[in-house]
């Protein structure tokens, strides 16, 4: 390997680069853009979800109960309605995501027996939506259910009873205030890199091809890892420039709190682009038309990174087959490594495995990329 | 005008036939995502790894975890020593749960007064954190209820002490067992079909400028109208083939149950494919090379999935985004998906859906007619 070719190719590539500025421009605007955009689309927290409520009592306590809900963050109540076909209606219109039912006899009955009920109806067809949503309004009943107790003891004049034998004292740690947006944020700039990575560099190849001018590289004396380093070497600087801004916008813009060293990020991240880029050029490698080659790209990189990276579903809830093939999925140990990075403060020697994991992919592809790239010669 | 559309289509679809590898990109990539997404695509919370450490040795200690490890929301994959063990558990992610009982846990309960349960949680995946929370309290409810039933009953003979208390009873609708994949595996089809359709769509222009044949059509008499719709009629066909494909695997092989009018959905279908081929043709015309229509996708697709409440609902972001989502016909299809397949809705509800994803394809189409038009000047 020759450093004055290798340098030749880099030239080469810059000013190819620099010669297309609607694509460097795009490259340079795509992890911006995405990170603002998507930033704020990344949500999973729920608060004001719209109720529906259907009176059917009419008495002091069902508007008590109605009280709670309009006090919780989590509900609003946007409607009532007097009967059940416009319940119907509410929920089919998604004008409401939750329906509060309160029986003919509720008062009653809590008279009677003790105990009485509310209906809750939910939309269920996002069932994460629908389970959270049951949460918390089970957690608003049973404080409404509380404060009756509570009443209901003074008025027989008897001294407040232990009325809870048990507390559950949870502390969340990493993430105290469970907002989704900290563990998502991360797993986005990872999931953006690895897109921007393989789109910058899948072309770089199958361009050359495409134009004819690969028959000039090939009558030089410039060899296949001269070529691959000295194509990869501005790539990997555009691709520095993208990561920093991405990190950059999650630590001071959505205020995701950084726990980790600085070192540790330069490291993994400089890995990780290498790894990405390469993959990029290997798709490039094998396959000579710029549409094939995008299709695969596009195929192999956008919709796993989005599912099978674990950075929107979590990788131990998938079934054992599904969780093997993710290993495949290079993105997922960045996404560990930043999540890590920022909510835990890993230090390098914790975070050992996934980068491991990289080097190997890494080592790999460059073998595979070196090796297709041989054999196109003869 | 149709005299001169129909070549155009004929051209398209012999240009792909002669294409080998381009069926095999079709169907085979097409069948392994549905399968592959169907089954990671799902926020269910089942067997979290959980450590417990037991500092009371007691019956009710025992009791109260034999709980958890019964469920199958919990699997205790580590008993500790120490309060040592738990922290390193949870900081080496070898467990995400947590659960302390101390000493003194039976002697509390037996006074009547309130003894505690430690649970400690990594909230890195919040909502991960979130539900297994909820699963927690569910079970320490239901071993506190137990209890105190046991109690009174014990000390104060079943009339003794009354409970005042309102329950909730939880009725979800159009998914009873609240099933990840019934949720999930529709919205694929939508999300599925939107990147192969753009994805074939935006490079149909560019590449025939690229490679130079664009010269000849437009020597050719064509029209830029008959040219555009010559090359969409190709590829709204391909497009139906595959959503027929991924429809049926949901069916099939998911078994999602489908009680809504098929005629909908294929009208929903139909509008779609028309609204992303041409947003496809759109970039295409506004290309010159294939590199430049390859970011775009990246640039385009990226927030059409994140941003149509495939995943995170739009109704927790921020009102300008949510603004922006109306121009997404993604938005708009996996409601219409989601609505015949779960919840049978008709026409009658989803109208405003269908015009919006055709009031999109009009502009985008009419946008791409006039953009190849003077393209061409």
């Known amino acids: 390997m020759k450093l004055r070719r290798l340098k030749a190719i880099a030239v080469k590539e810059v000013l190819q680069i620099w010669r297309d500025p609607r694509s460097l421009m795009i490259a340079l605007l795509l992890p911006f853009t995405q990170m603002f955009l998507l930033g704020y689309g990344v949500n999973l927290d729920l608060k ?10 009419g008495s002091q306590l069902s508007q008590d109960l109605f009280k709670h809900f309009q006090a919780s963050q989590y509900f609003t109540i946007a409607r009532n309605v007097q009967s059940y076909s416009q319940v119907v209606a509410a929920i089919d219109n998604a004008d409401c995501s939750i329906a509060i039912v309160v029986p003919p006899d509720f008062s009653e009955r809590l008279n009677d027996s003790g105990t009485a009920s509310v209906q809750a109806i ?10 959270i949503a049951f949460g918390y309004a089970a ?9 009756v107790q509570v009443s209901w003891i003074d008025r027989q004049g008897r001294p407040l009873q232990q009325v809870q034998p048990m507390v559950v004292q949870s502390r969340v740690w990493f993430n105290e205030d469970l907002e989704s947006r900290n563990f998502i944020i991360p797993g986005l700039v990872a999931a953006i890199m690895a897109l921007v990575g393989a789109q910058l560099t899948s072309l770089t190849i199958s361009r050359e091809w495409e134009r004819g001018t690969m028959e000039l590289l090939i009558s030089t004396p410039v060899r296949p890892s001269e070529l691959m380093i000295g194509k990869l070497i501005p790539y990997l600087v555009l691709g520095w420039l993208d990561a920093a801004f991405c990190l950059a916008i999650a630590a001071l813009w959505f205020g995701v709190p950084y726990r980790g060293t600085l070192f540790a990020l330069f490291v993994t991240t400089s890995l990780f682009l290498f790894v990405v880029l390469s993959i990029g050029y290997l798709l490039s490698v094998l396959i000579r038309s710029q549409v094939g080659a995008s299709q695969i790209a596009l195929l192999a990189t956008m919709l796993p990174t989005m599912l099978l990276s674990g950075y929107i579903f979590p990788i131990d809830q998938m079934p054992p087959v599904i969780r093997d093939i993710t290993y495949l999925i290079y993105a997922r140990y960045y996404v560990t490594i930043v999540k890590d990075l920022f909510l835990k403060g890993s230090s390098i020697v914790e975070l050992a495995t996934p980068i491991l994991f990289l080097i190997v992919y890494a080592t790999a592809v460059m073998v595979l990329a070196a090796h297709a790239f041989r054999k196109r010669l003869d | 005008m149709f005299a001169r559309i129909i070549p155009i289509v004929i051209k398209e679809f012999i240009e792909l036939k002669r294409d080998k590898w381009a069926r095999f990109r079709l169907i085979v990539p097409t069948l392994v995502q549905m399968l592959l997404f169907g089954y990671a695509a799902t926020y269910e919370v089942y067997h979290v790894s959980t450590v417990v450490l037991d500092l009371d040795h007691s019956q009710e200690s ?11 929301r919990f699997d205790v994959v580590k008993v500790a020593q120490s309060q040592h063990d738990v922290t390193e558990a949870i900081d080496r992610s070898a467990a995400a749960v947590g659960l302390v009982i101390h000493a003194g846990f039976a002697e509390l309960l037996d006074k009547g007064q309130s003894a505690p349960l430690q649970v400690v949680v990594d909230g890195t995946n919040s909502n991960t954190a979130l539900i297994a929370l909820g699963y927690v309290n569910t079970i320490a409810a239901g071993f506190a209820h137990d209890y105190a039933a046991d109690l009174a009953e014990r000390t104060l003979g079943v009339h003794g002490m009354r409970q005042v208390k309102v329950t909730l009873e939880q009725r979800p609708w159009f998914n009873e067992d609240l099933n990840g994949q019934w949720f999930f595996v529709p919205g694929l089809i939508g999300t599925l079909t939107l990147v192969i359709i753009v994805n074939l769509t935006a490079f149909a222009i560019v590449r025939e400028r690229e490679v130079g044949t664009l010269e000849q059509i437009m020597v050719s008499p064509i029209r830029p109208v008959e040219f555009i719709l010559g090359k969409t009629v190709p590829f709204f066909l391909i497009g139906l083939g595959e959503v027929a494909l991924i429809v049926a695997v949901a069916i099939l092989w998911f078994q999602v149950p489908f009680v809504g009018n098929p005629l909908v959905l294929l009208l929903g279908t139909a509008l779609f ?5 041409a947003l496809g043709l759109l970039i295409s015309t506004l290309c010159m090379t294939q590199q430049q229509a390859f970011s775009m996708n990246f640039f385009v697709l990226n927030p059409f999935f994140i941003l149509s409440g495939f995943s995170f609902p739009i109704s927790s972001m921020p009102k300008v985004l949510q603004w922006m989502t109306y121009a997404n016909p993604l938005r708009y299809y996996l409601v219409v998906i989601r609505g015949t397949f779960l919840k049978g809705i008709g026409m009658s509800v989803l109208w405003p859906q269908l015009a919006a994803m055709a009031a999109i394809a009009v502009v985008l189409l009419a946008a791409s007619i006039l953009r190849f038009r003077k393209s061409l000047e």
């Open chain 2, 273 to 277: 494919l028309l609204s992303t081929m």
């Open chain 2, 62 to 72: 025992r009791e109260l975890l034999s709980r958890f490890s019964f469920s199958n």
């Open chain 1, 48 to 57: 004001h979800l719209p109720v529906c409520t259907f009176d059917r009592e």
């Open chain 1, 139 to 147: 957690a608003v009943v049973n404080g409404f259910s509380n404060d």
């Open chain 1, 122 to 131: 939910i939309d269920a067809t996002d069932d994460n939506t629908a389970n």
